[in-house]
């Protein structure tokens, strides 16, 4: 039974292999500097993702200031003051029917509620898409981990007299902390990747902008409009664009790690 | 080391977000949205033209659906549409529409032993063969019209687009021009229900998917099997002659469509006449509102355009694309007089 | 009176005051989290209105019938979501069969039995799966994946099972390289992640006091796993399934490319098909007609239906267990 552990382990790495071999093939071969200097060029000239990396990262950025806060507290509730309380059950219900909602829905949502009243196209709603996309994955994720705190500490904790948002915040959150970093990082990993919300809120930007009330570029879909275009160039940079998400997420992982502690090699 | 790791990101975070602004979106900054086919061309030509006079337009394909919806719903300046609006939903939403710029579909074949462009195809077959009427590379159709090829007796493997696409409102209304059988049970739109094949993503997924079946049939953008190095089919046109696909033979089709009479330009460059004319052409329309709210934004876009049609045409043609017609411009420049007005003014103030 | 008696009422009263000031924070953070979970709430149900609001025309238009046709026409405006309802649950259900033993074996070798320096790059190279932008799996399922299932699976497949009945049909030709089984494989790699992480996150959180008694009594590691760490972690795991299952059912991009995108139910595993999330993705940009639109949203909405029902299910079964184990 436990070679089958080690087999299935085995296919699991062999996919990242394959997958990331094919990125790391295609992708290397465009990787220079002017990828990180240069704008998104016109088809049949050179040039970089500097505006989609910049805009990407900010997006996400906002979107992660946003979301994780609404996640954490909502999960927190969920797992510690109302852990038998009827708006729990309906919440986790309404939160995994969240979760796999298309992302393309949300987009729309957002395109309605942002967009439209606005007028126009805009980096913040590209943000506030992202954020309600973070938010169900955090939710998710802490409310599982303080579950699994057990209640020995909390208990200790409030025998010290110690009030329940400090046992919370010092006892369970500490406990739980590497879980609830994997869901934020579960979270950024999926937004980082996505077309389909950006399109209809963020639209995307040619040139650059650091205007949050304007388009602007995101590197997903800049590599989806690049990849099924039949220009060299442009498919290279989007594999190059690809090679690049994929590094940064891997890089977050290891810094969050790092952050976090230890409790890894457990 | 924790400590630099988190000063670090600090300083990354101050220096990003003073980077940031907040403020409303100035009238120097353009935008559109809509058709994938005609973003390649539009990102170039907006690239030559904000270094040669600093105003940006920033277009992007969001397929041709959503450019008719978002201009409809003023959040772009303009929308751009491979199918046509019809005179009822213009005027309903206060619309004008012109063609921007032009370009050809070609039928794409992987058979073994037949050289690009020796294998000659014409509406009624395609029709058959997408209809599933028509199975095997050796049919009489097919051998009717290649009588100097050795046909091989394989399958046709027929390859369609699986997402909505104006390639394939173009491809399905040349088919039905063509053929009754599939103007009756098929249509055209920018996706229809298929009756045979298989669907792929994109033109370079079609390209791809061709590329990897034996016996395998597709269409794509002219672009795409340049670059990919495809086997295409010549084509028998409405006047009986065999042409190639070349830029040249789609100028044909584009000169020869009669654009004169048509109301709002509402003319579908397939099957068109002419001897050297390609059947199925293509092109692409920009919307945008008669009686703009920004009317600032659109005389700027108006400019753009008027730039593209006389400078742009290098560019274009480098790109695979077929320039408007000088005479088509010249429609198209009376007509932004006539219509897009802003306090009974015309909009449009250059040539 | 003494010093001490003296002091005695101002203790208590700074005392009291302590025990207010932790009442009010406690109600305050309280209030908060309260707040988020309602905010959660409130989303959901602005996404659910804003579905409806879209859907309302094709379903006034279609009726009951727009969940039993097969047919999907843009040219003639007939719309109907059988074939997407059954291809979204036939890739997903295949992706979590393929995905949860794997993601679960992988999960029990990082935490029972990798040698210890192996642990973390392991971890995190399985993490990084997640991290892949599922687009890239769309674009390597395209022109890498299929093109390999199209030219040395398939036909192998094909060849293997053509004399047996029930099979045969199951595995029919042609072989494109595109289609329902595709989807799913990439679907269960893209859940892979998913599923490993959060169960070996779980694991790692059973008491060692647990798993040393266990071994104590002379249970081999694999009983170790089968009877202590799974039951305790039950939960967690449902959890990280669901999060996998979720991301299935709602997975956009990647199957958009692979699925082949065709309204028809066929038998075979290889033929083209088509799921919610695909239709919508492929169809929506382009289509222009308001009751083609309001059609690709009413899918969105049964999608929503179809989550709540497979959540309800799955909810009740596991109600099932813990009452079955009396836990």
């Known amino acids: 039974m436990m070679t089958l552990c080690v087999v299935a382990a085995g296919i699991g790495l062999a996919w990242l292999a394959l997958i990331l071999g094919a990125l790391l093939y295609k992708g290397l071969a465009g990787l220079s500097l002017s990828v990180f200097t240069g704008m998104t060029p016109p088809p049949g000239e050179a040039g970089g993702l500097l505006n989609a990396i910049f805009g990407s990262v900010v997006m996400t950025v906002i979107a992660v200031i946003v979301g994780t806060p609404i996640g954490v507290l909502a999960g927190t509730y969920m797992a510690e003051y109302g852990r038998f309380s009827k708006l729990t059950t309906v919440v986790r219900f309404i939160n995994d029917i969240l979760l796999s909602a298309p992302s393309i829905v949300i987009g729309l949502f957002v395109y309605e509620l942002m967009v439209r009243p606005m007028g126009h196209f805009s980096a913040l709603a590209g943000a506030v898409a992202l954020a309600i996309l973070v938010i169900p994955v955090v939710v998710r994720t802490t409310e599982d981990m303080l579950n699994l705190v057990p209640n020995a500490l909390r208990e200790a904790g409030t025998a010290i007299g110690a009030p329940r948002w400090v046992v919370i915040k010092s006892v369970a959150y500490r406990a739980a902390l590497s879980g609830i970093v994997t869901g934020i990082l579960l979270a950024i990993a999926r937004i980082s990747g996505e077309t389909a919300p950006l399109l209809f809120t963020a639209l995307n930007n040619q040139f650059w902008s650091s205007n949050l009330n304007a388009p602007m570029a995101s590197l997903p879909v800049t590599i989806f409009q690049f990849a099924l275009s039949p220009y060299e160039e442009w498919q290279q940079l989007a594999w190059t664009g690809a090679l690049v998400i994929t590094l940064t997420v891997l890089a977050l992982s290891i810094v969050a790690r790092s952050l976090t502690g230890r409790r890894e090699n457990g | ?351 | ?327």
């Open chain 2, 1 to 351: 080391m924790r400590h630099f790791i988190r000063s670090a990101v600090v300083a990354i975070a101050m220096a990003t977000a003073s980077t940031l602004t907040v403020s409303a979106a100035m009238a120097a900054d353009l935008s559109g949205a809509g058709s994938t086919f005609i973003y390649p061309v539009f990102a170039k030509w907006a690239d030559t033209y904000k270094k040669d006079t600093g105003v940006g337009l920033n277009y992007q394909s969001i397929g041709s659906g959503g450019g008719i919806k978002q201009v409809i719903a003023k959040t772009v300046t303009f929308g751009a549409t491979d199918k046509p609006m019809s005179d009822a939903d213009l005027e309903k939403n206060g619309l004008v529409q012109f063609p921007m710029v032009m370009g050809g579909i070609v039928p794409i074949v992987n058979l073994t032993g037949i050289k690009p462009g020796e294998l000659v195809l014409d509406g009624k077959t395609i029709a058959g063969i997408y209809m599933g009427t028509i199975t095997s590379w050796d049919d009489a159709a097919i051998k009717a019209l290649n009588p100097g090829l050795t046909l091989p007796s394989t399958a046709i493997a027929v390859v369609h687009r699986s997402d909505g696409s104006g390639t394939t409102f173009n491809f399905t209304d040349y088919l039905s021009k063509l053929s009754p059988d599939w103007k009756d049970k098929v249509g055209s739109d920018t996706a229809v229900e298929w009756p045979v094949g298989v669907g792929a993503k994109g033109s370079e997924g079609v390209a791809n998917t061709v590329k990897q079946t034996d016996g395998g049939i597709g269409y794509v953008e002219y672009a795409y099997a340049t670059q990919n190095k495809l086997s295409y089919s010549k084509m028998l046109n409405a006047a009986g002659k065999v042409v190639a696909p070349s830029l040249e033979s789609f100028d044909a089709a584009a000169s020869n469509a009669d654009f004169q009479d048509a109301k709002n330009f509402n003319v579908i460059i397939t099957n068109e006449p002419g001897d050297t004319t390609w059947p199925i052409a293509a092109s692409t329309w920009v919307l945008i509102h008669k009686a703009p709210e920004d009317a600032a934004a659109t005389g700027e876009a108006l400019k753009f355009f008027a730039w593209a049609y006389k400078d742009g045409k290098e560019t274009a043609k480098k790109l695979d694309y077929v320039s408007i017609p000088d005479n088509v411009v010249d429609l198209i420049k009376t007509s932004w007089k006539a219509d897009i007005q802003a306090d009974g003014k015309p909009v449009y103030t250059g040539k």
């Open chain 3, 1 to 327: 009176m003494s010093a001490a008696q003296e002091a005695l009422p101002a203790v208590r009263s700074s005392r009291e005051a302590t025990v207010k000031r932790f009442a009010f924070t406690d109600a305050v953070f309280h209030a908060l989290t309260r707040a988020a979970a309602i905010l959660v709430l409130v989303l959901l149900g602005g996404v659910a209105v804003s579905l409806f609001a879209g859907s309302w025309q094709a379903l006034s238009t279609f009726g009951f019938s727009f969940l039993t046709s097969e047919s999907w026409n843009p040219v003639t405006e007939k719309f109907g979501a059988l074939a997407p309802i059954y291809g979204t649950i036939v890739t997903s259900a295949i992706a979590i069969v393929i995905a949860v033993p794997i993601g679960i074996g992988i999960a029990i070798f990082l935490t029972e039995l990798c040698p210890r320096p192996l642990r973390r790059p392991i971890g995190m190279a399985v993490e990084l799966l997640a991290g892949i932008p599922s687009i890239i799996y769309g674009i390597w399922g395209l022109f890498v994946f299929a093109p390999f299932l199209q030219t040395t699976v398939q036909p192998f497949v094909i060849g293997i099972f053509h004399g047996v009945p029930g099979l045969n049909s199951l595995f029919a030709g042609p072989p494109y390289g595109i289609g329902l089984l595709t989807s799913s494989l990439i679907l269960a790699i893209m859940v892979l992640p998913f599923i490993t992480s959060i169960t070996k996150d779980v694991f790692d959180t059973v008491p060692a006091v647990l798993k040393e008694s266990a071994y104590g009594i002379g249970c081999t590691t694999w009983e170790v796993t089968r009877h202590v760490v799974i039951p305790y972690t039950r939960i967690g795991i449902m959890g990280g399934v669901m999060l996998g299952l979720g991301r299935a059912l709602g997975e956009t991009m990647a199957v958009t490319f692979v699925i082949g995108n065709a309204h028809r139910i066929s038998v075979s595993l290889f033929a083209p098909a088509t799921t919610i999330s695909a239709t919508i993705a492929n169809e929506f940009t382009e289509a222009v007609g308001d009751l083609y639109t309001s059609s690709l949203v009413a899918l969105g909405l049964i999608l929503f239906v179809i989550t709540f029902l497979i959540l309800a299910i799955a909810r009740y079964m596991l109600m099932r267990i813990d009452a079955r184990t009396g836990a």
